[in-house]
């Protein structure tokens, strides 16, 4: 029978991994509202975009927007799944 610590890890795994997916598509939908707002563009272009709007030779300006966005939503929905794992048996997963 595995110990606590495992018991938590178990549980964790397949939660931690939906709630992943979950966080990328908030966080991608989100991102897109932001620039939206921001630069009056339907799309954000992507690392392949030539030229254009939003297209600049020191790279694109909307890299470290995007990665900041989506670090925060991946921590956030991490965090909280890690503490309703922790509620559910009793120990921090990791």
Same mark, same amino acid.
């Given at each position: 029978? *595995?110990? =606590?610590? /495992?018991?938590? /890890?178990? +549980?964790? $795994? *397949? +939660?931690? &991994?939906a #709630?992943? =997916? +979950?966080?990328? @598509? !908030?966080?991608?939908? #989100?991102?897109?509202? &932001?620039?939206?707002? &921001? $630069?009056? /563009?339907?799309? *954000?272009?992507?690392?392949?975009?030539?030229?254009?709007?939003? !297209?600049?030779?020191?790279?694109?300006?909307?890299?470290?927007?995007?990665?900041a966005?989506?670090? @925060?939503? /991946?921590? =956030?929905?991490?965090?909280? @799944? !890690? =503490? !309703?794992?922790?509620? &559910?048996?009793?120990?921090? *997963? @990791?």
């Amino acid at each position: 029978m *595995p110990g =606590a610590d /495992e018991t938590s /890890e178990i +549980v964790y $795994k *397949p +939660v931690g &991994l939906a #709630l992943g =997916a +979950v966080s990328v @598509g !908030a966080a991608g939908g #989100l991102f897109k509202q &932001l620039w939206k707002q &921001l $630069k009056h /563009e339907d799309t *954000p272009p992507t690392r392949s975009t030539r030229n254009g709007p939003g !297209a600049r030779s020191y790279g694109q300006p909307s890299a470290v927007p995007q990665g900041a966005i989506f670090a @925060g939503a /991946e921590a =956030a929905v991490d965090r909280d @799944g !890690a =503490a !309703a794992t922790r509620r &559910l048996t009793g120990t921090w *997963p @990791g």
